[in-house]
């Protein structure tokens, strides 16, 4: 019952920004399901939050790289298991983040991204190399859109 609430209001979180439509509702069903996500659902979950409109995997790719979001620093494998590193790496690049001095110096990486994530309370502290379930990156995701509505990003 909670999980069935999450999934509804994130996509009507998503579908107020018109985000979603048609099949979003299913595929959100089947990622919060899953006992370990995948880059690729990473991949369509940012593209989501992002405003990308039902597309495929290739296209919500190309999406996020002209958004700067995927960079060759970190590639895609789409059918890889998640980290949460990962996760956090993307969804701060998809927010603008750069890091604070430290990324300056050392360069923003998995593991200063992930650190961020988790002392803003949009992660939970497990590792950065610890793998998320879909419904931690659902959480993820609706915690931050739950946030940009309320002009709190």
Known sequence: ??????ILTIFALLSANAACAGGMVQ???QVDGKNRATQGDMVMVIGMFL????????????????????????????????????????F???LGWK???????????????????????YMRPYGAHSPMTGSDLLG??????????????
Do not use: C
């Not at 993820?140 to 990003?153: A, D, E, H, K, Y």
């Open 1 to 6: 019952m909670i999980r069935q609430f999450a």
């Open 27 to 29: 595929y959100l069903r």
């Open 51 to 90: 405003g990308q409109k039902d597309s495929n995997y290739s296209q919500t790719t190309e999406f996020l790289k002209e958004r700067g979001v995927i960079d060759d620093k970190y590639p895609i494998a789409p059918t890889q298991e998640l980290k949460r590193g990962v996760a956090a790496y993307h």
């Open 92 to 94: 701060a690049r998809a």
């Open 99 to 121: 890091g604070g001095w430290l990324a300056r110096v050392v360069g923003f990486d998995r593991r200063i991204a992930y650190k961020e994530m988790v002392s803003k309370g």
């Open 140 to 153: 993820v995701m609706r915690i931050l859109t739950s946030n940009r509505r309320r002009g709190q990003l």
